[in-house]
């Protein structure tokens, strides 16, 4: 069965505006949450990450919301741009092996 | 910075043929892991190893089997290839702890 589970597929926002994507987990023995950015082409590249004991982390314009009872954590990027157009990737991981979300394609349009 | 290095980005196999996929990192991670990326599947574990010369099942190991002889260097083996094994391939390492880091991929087509 999928132990994360990831929404929406794909997500169309204009430049400048928020983008949010969602991710959802079962096992509460998970103790890292990255999130991951592929461009076409390329492997996946950490973008950023948090453990349980927070409840959100932002570095620059990507924040990441961790609600640990609803067991849901969510990407925004803020003021969108059209380099933010890729494929994104939410995980979850204990005792070092990480189970992926299916993944998000996001287009930011000009 | 931490280097995953895949051999090949694009390879055309035959039915049948045994593969090999290679991967080497540079910076003595402990841990490397094989993954296929389909779409809509998102990434599946194959095949991982926290040492040298171990290696565990993911969660889809039929018809692959991996090497690891040196740290450095994780392979992975397609016995006798088939169609549905037509996917990309990502390589990754990591320290215990820390997330992952991925190779560019290796797109295997096979006819």
């Known amino acids: 069965q999928q132990q994360v589970k990831q929404s929406p597929q794909s997500l169309i926002v204009q430049k400048g505006g928020i983008s949010i994507i969602n991710c959802a987990y079962e096992n509460t023995a998970f103790d890292y949450f990255p999130w991951y950015q592929q461009f076409p082409g390329k492997g996946p590249a950490l973008l950023i990450a948090?453990?349980?004991?927070?409840s959100e982390k932002k570095e620059g314009r990507f924040t990441i919301s961790f609600n640990k009872s609803a067991k849901q954590f969510s990407l925004h990027i803020m003021d969108s741009q059209p380099g933010d157009s890729a494929t994104y990737f939410c995980a979850a991981s204990n005792f070092n092996k990480f189970y992926f979300g299916s993944g998000t394609k996001l287009n930011v349009k000009p | 910075d931490v280097k995953v290095t895949q051999s090949s980005r694009y390879l055309v196999k035959r039915t049948g043929e045994k593969v090999f996929l290679e991967c080497v990192q540079d910076?003595?991670?402990?841990?490397m892991f094989w993954y296929r990326q389909d779409p809509g599947l998102g990434l599946r574990l194959i095949y991982f190893?926290?040492?040298?010369?171990?290696?565990e099942k993911g969660d889809i190991p039929e018809g692959y089997s991996v090497s690891r002889e040196k740290k450095e260097r994780f392979s992975l083996i397609l016995e006798s290839a088939s169609t549905n094994q037509t996917s990309m391939y990502l390589c990754a390492s990591s320290f215990s702890g820390y997330g992952y880091t991925f190779g560019s991929g290796t797109r295997l087509t096979v006819v």
């Open positions: 910076m003595d991670h402990e841990n």
């Open positions: 190893s926290y040492d040298v010369k171990m290696k």
């Open positions: 948090i453990r349980p004991d927070v």
